[in-house]
């Protein structure tokens, strides 16, 4: 069955409960992007698309969470290429809105807060860029719920509860923050979702994968490049129960001088918190997430990896 394409939030409902009956859909699963899709995106899709009967797919370009409007507008828009990769990890409707779609009365109102979660390393260097991604992400997370519209039970093999299908939404591992931020959201406002990581794809010589990554010239990319060997050698550091000694990585990613370093540290992966004494002078043990941002050019960049021991 060839990709879908709506546009509208009705479209999305009527299509979304047709498939839900033709499929006999026990599970339907949510990828919220911006497009712009890379490798990194198709692995989400794959995934979504392997633990779900019907997968629906984003493609919104969020202005809320852009606080440079010059940034916003160099966002790239590439719907065909988009939705080429999307239908060939069989992906089945892809909901690409209109801003007036979304915010029909313009900008909202009422916004989602990120709180003090939201106030720390991405937030505090990007003042407002949670509560504008939280507030959109509340929004599809509702379009995509399962079974609006759809006839009378018993048209459909019911998975979840309430006699309704299961629904997971799929968000990178990259995006760290952003995540936490979703899963607390997600517990603290009783959305009927589970919030599913995935892993973060780079390519063979470490660098995340990232939209912005096409912004990089040759010699840019390979300074950007220190940044995966820090994370590395953090995660090198917790797997042989070693201190991870945070500052001596921070020291190693300013030697590159093409690179302004914005925050590196290591937190807890929930609350974000730095890990102060488990980490610098003792043996690493438990859990943590090793976070970096920097400016590369003018491109800026962020990375991240879980530790366990």
Known sequence: MAIQLVTTAAELRDAGARLLVQKQGRSQGLVPTMGALHEGHATLARTAVEQNDVVVASIFVNPLQFGDAVDLDRYPRTLDADLALLEE????????????EVYPGGQPLVRVSAGALGEKWEGASRPGHFDGALTV??????????????????AFVSGGSGGLPSYRAYFGQKDAQQLALVRRMVADLNFPVDIVAVPTV???????LSSRNRFLSAEQREAALVLSRALRLVEERANAHEPLDPDSVRALVESQPQLELDYFDVVDPRTLEPLAENCRKVPFRGEGLAIIAAKVGPVRLIDNVPLSS
Not at 89 to 100: I, R, S, T, Y
Request: proline content about 11%; hydrophobic content about 40%.
């Open 89 to 100: 990890q069989g992906v089945d409707l892809v909901f690409a809105p209109a801003v007036e």
């Open 137 to 154: 992400v509340a929004k599809l997370l509702h379009y995509g719920t399962p079974g609006a519209g759809l006839p009378p039970s018993g």
């Open 202 to 208: 780079r390519s063979e010589d470490g660098l995340a």
